[in-house]
């Protein structure tokens, strides 16, 4: 299948997955739907893992095969799993209390904090392009405060904000870091993939026993499939990702904006499912923020 294609899928499955995330913390705990939704992948993966240690050679799928760790090159991707980690506790209390279609536009701006840390702590320049993606993202930040104003939400004051820019931010982090992984260290995707979902389990636990012992009256928690569907489906679309990305011809600055379209998905679903108002001024501002990712991308 060819990498378009793949990318384009990728991105109706993180749709889908931001879409099946505001459904398991809507008027729910939000540690105990974070804990099962590692654990299911978790779960999905940990056969590989055996099979792959065990029997090798028998195995019958290459790109899925899990190969053997050194020490060390578990502490890093222990290390990938708490940045992770805490980026997905930060994005999905926020969820909890954003709409989605504010929402899923903030985690799409990902590609300018990306190229900021890049400045900051890499000493990267970016070119005049870059940064004229940059402010149109900038811009389109700023129209969405007047979205939000009108629902209550003041930007420059709302945690919940500040907590999506910080998960997004560590996202960012985390995007960096996977490169040096699948670059530097030459680890396989499938490795990567497999055991950053395993320790994933083993950061998110404190935060469930936790509320178990001192949240859960307070904060209940409903059991819902959309839950392990997290899961599913963010599994899914990094495979596709993964696999078009491997392909010779395929150009990571058309597959990160093809990516990003995912956010359309959520923001229709925010305001056909939820009925989230004001949806005529944030299609404007999320218009504006495409084009800002888009133009940073491709530079």
Not at 163 to 176: F, Y
Request: proline residues 5%.
């Amino acid at each position: 299948m060819h990498w378009i294609v793949l990318s384009l899928l990728s991105a109706i499955f993180l749709g889908l997955y931001d879409i099946a995330k505001k459904s398991a913390v809507r008027e729910n705990a939000v540690a105990p739907v974070l804990f099962f939704n590692v654990l299911t992948a978790a779960v999905i993966w940990l056969p590989l893992v055996v099979w792959s240690y065990t029997a090798p050679d028998g195995f019958p799928n290459s790109a899925l095969k899990v190969s053997v760790l050194s020490p060390s090159e578990h502490l890093l991707l222990l290390a990938k799993a708490a940045l992770v980690g805490m980026s997905w506790i930060f994005a999905l209390f926020a969820l909890k209390h954003l709409p989605m279609s504010i929402a899923a536009p903030i985690r799409a701006s990902s590609p300018l904090w990306t190229i900021l840390i890049a400045v900051t702590l890499m000493n990267e320049r970016p070119s005049a392009t870059q940064w004229t993606g940059m402010a149109i993202i900038l811009g389109s930040f700023w129209a969405f405060s007047f979205a939000g104003r009108r629902e209550g939400i003041q930007f420059h004051r709302n945690r919940w904000v500040a907590g999506m820019v910080l998960a997004t931010l560590l996202g960012s982090l985390s995007a960096l870091y996977d490169k040096y992984l699948l670059q530097r260290t030459a680890l396989t995707p499938a490795s990567v993939q497999a055991w950053f979902s395993i320790d994933l389990v083993l950061v998110m636990l404190p935060l469930y026993l936790h509320w178990r012992k001192h949240l859960s009256a307070g904060q209940p928690f409903q059991w819902r499939w959309s839950i392990p569907l997290i899961a599913i489906l963010l599994l899914t679309a990094d495979f596709l990702y993964f696999t078009a990305i491997r392909q010779p011809d395929a150009m990571i600055s058309l597959i990160s904006p093809l990516r990003r379209t995912s956010v359309i998905i959520a923001f229709i679903a925010g305001i056909r499912l939820y009925g989230e108002q004001n949806w005529k001024l944030k299609s404007a501002c999320l218009a504006v923020l495409l084009i800002g990712v888009w133009v940073v991308s491709r530079a």
